[in-house]
């Protein structure tokens, strides 16, 4: 036996008796008492990033991606003999996403899984929120109610809102432009809660009254144009508002109906013990105090610890004395949540198959968690590691590739080609978007959309594009490939075809050169920090490795059988 390295057990030859007929496929390997099956494999590597995968072809691939289930398992029993599993910390966490969990899908259940959306409720909903129609707003911002009633007072007259805007108006972004903003908006999209009340609801041309503003100043507004939205530009948006608010009705429905099943009832010298002790200052509370109950229901109960430890994480101002603030949290934090568990509970959700897999695959990876803390906790890194670091890898700290663009994507070139005559004519390119383009997301957004470094394949025709282009200039057309199913295309178009877009860089990192070490020292030490933790962490799994070697085989012919049967 090799006295470095890690070695496994090979269990050449080694087939088990009636393996096959197992629903989870053959075993691959066996640590302890615990087996790996081809099916957990297939799942593993189903879930893997692909920047995890390993490099090496074939079998020896999937001996690699074997290798990883066998090192967590050894891991987790490493973990247990250490006492690591009982971390309090690690198992709040898990209780709480699993709490989280039946919550999530009980409601699922019982609440989206009843909502449908007809399409006239869609239609209304459509046009009692504004989003039928979008508008371009003028601004002008002024000191004091008196001036901005003087600009009323000039703009009813017949003074020009542009140029009363560039003489007067104290709002920077938009003083310059004749007051003007450079996209249109449909009314929830406003800036602000009384833009949304007070100018959206304008007609066209129309000029409001004086309106108090953050900080104290005042403004007048003007609606300069409007465009209709088409629903199916927004339809997503709409369908999604309507199921949130019928899921809200629904909830207060469900919450009635389980309070009367469960009978929830107050426990009064729970809470006048607690709001005993918060009035008299006090933090600190005995085990028995914290498990006095507040609230009883058919199956459980709600201490006043559950509230101590929920409101650490949830608490929320609420006006009024300690009692009813107390009173408040409870019955809208703690009563519907621990009713909705004990209605999971008793409905078997958290014994279902489905449930039960993802209790143990969080725990799993809380512990793996904890691990890794309790092994990596004292590695730290100098300033000179850092430095050097930054020395020597000035391509890890350039910025990434990003762009922000105002855009047209339109089917032809020929229709391309007319749009950019028209921008440059003077014709506003996001108004324009507005109307023609057929990139959805932008939509809502008056042709503006970003793109980030990792969409940079899906998009590389934009990228280049902009290389060499400063933020204001206009590009295009630039013929661009568009994934099937992504935008809608008009009649005699093939989805997923090639389309043209005419774009305005708005802003843009191509080309930038690395960072210097004052403003990336942070992420220079953390990127170290991370590669020393990674070290100490596979000298742990090596170590732990060859102590748990005697407990694991490998079963090699169920391996190759399984590569052979997949064509790896």
Not at 106 to 130: C, M, N, P, W
Request: glycine share 8%.
């Amino acid at each position: 036996m090799r006295a470095a390295g890690p070695v496994l057990i090979l269990a050449v030859g080694a087939v088990l008796p009636g393996c096959g007929e197992d629903p989870r496929g053959p075993v691959l390997a066996e640590v302890g008492d615990s087996r790996i099956h081809a099916s957990e494999l297939r799942r593993y590597e189903e879930r893997l990033a692909e920047s995890l995968r390993s490099r090496e072809a074939g079998i020896e691939g999937r001996r690699q991606h074997l290798q990883a289930l066998i090192d967590k398992e050894i891991l987790i029993r490493e973990a247990a003999a250490r006492g690591w599993d009982r971390d309090r910390g690690m198992r709040r966490r898990l209780e709480r996403e699993w709490t989280r969990r039946l919550v999530q899908e009980f409601l699922a259940r019982e609440v989206d899984a009843r909502i449908t959306l007809e399409e006239q409720e869609v239609r209304d909903h459509y046009l009692k929120s504004g989003r039928d129609r979008a508008v371009r707003c003028g601004r002008i911002d002024v000191g004091s109610r008196e001036e901005a009633e003087e600009i009323v007072r000039l703009l009813e007259e017949g003074a020009d809102f542009g140029e009363l805007a560039r003489q007067r108006s104290i709002h920077a972004p938009t003083a310059a432009q004749g007051g003007l903003y450079t996209g249109f908006v449909t009314g929830d999209q406003m800036p602000l809660p009384v833009m949304r009340e007070k100018v959206y609801p304008l007609e066209k041309g129309e000029i409001s009254e004086p309106l108090p503003l953050p900080g104290g100043s005042y403004g007048v507004f003007k609606v300069v144009e409007e465009v209709t939205v088409p629903l199916e530009r927004v339809r997503r948006l709409v369908e999604a508002e309507l199921h949130r608010e019928k899921a809200r009705v629904r909830s207060v429905e469900l919450g009635r109906e389980l309070r009367e099943a469960l009978d929830a009832r107050p426990r009064e010298d729970g809470f006048e013990l607690l709001a005993a002790r918060l009035e008299s200052g006090e933090s600190s509370f005995s085990e028995a105090d914290l498990g006095s109950v507040l609230y009883e229901f058919d199956g459980g109960a709600i201490t006043v610890g559950e509230l101590v430890d929920s409101a650490r994480e949830n608490y929320r101002e609420h006006s009024g004395d300690v009692r009813e603030q107390v009173r408040w949290f409870a019955e809208s934090v703690l009563v519907p949540r621990a009713l909705i568990v004990q209605a999971a509970l008793d409905a078997g959700i958290d014994r279902e198959p489905k449930m039960a897999a993802w209790r143990r695959a969080r725990e799993h990876e809380r512990l793996l968690a904890v691990i890794r803390k309790e092994v990596t906790h004292d590695v730290s890194v100098a300033e000179a590691e850092a430095r050097r670091f930054h020395h020597e890898n000035p391509r890890l700290f350039l910025p990434q590739e990003n762009l922000t663009l105002d855009e047209v994507l339109v089917a032809t070139r020929e229709e391309a080609v007319a749009l950019r005559r028209r921008i440059e004519g003077g014709e506003d390119l996001r108004l324009l978007a507005l109307e023609h383009t057929l990139r959805h997301q932008a939509v809502p957004d008056s042709g503006r959309f970003h793109l980030h470094e990792y969409e940079r394949e899906a998009h590389e025709a934009l990228f280049e594009a902009a290389r060499e282009a400063a933020p204001g200039d206009l590009v295009g057309p630039v013929e661009v490939e568009t994934p099937a199913g992504r935008f809608g295309s008009p009649p005699g178009t093939a989805s997923g075809d090639r389309f043209h877009s005419v774009f305005r860089v708005v802003e843009s990192t191509l080309g930038a050169g690395p960072r210097p070490f004052a403003e990336v020292e942070t992420r220079a030490r953390a990127m170290v920090l991370r590669r020393k933790r990674d070290a100490a962490f596979y000298r742990f799994l090596t170590e732990v490795r060859q102590r748990h070697e005697p407990q694991v085989r490998i079963h090699e012919q169920n391996l190759r059988a399984l590569a052979r049967q997949e064509g790896s």
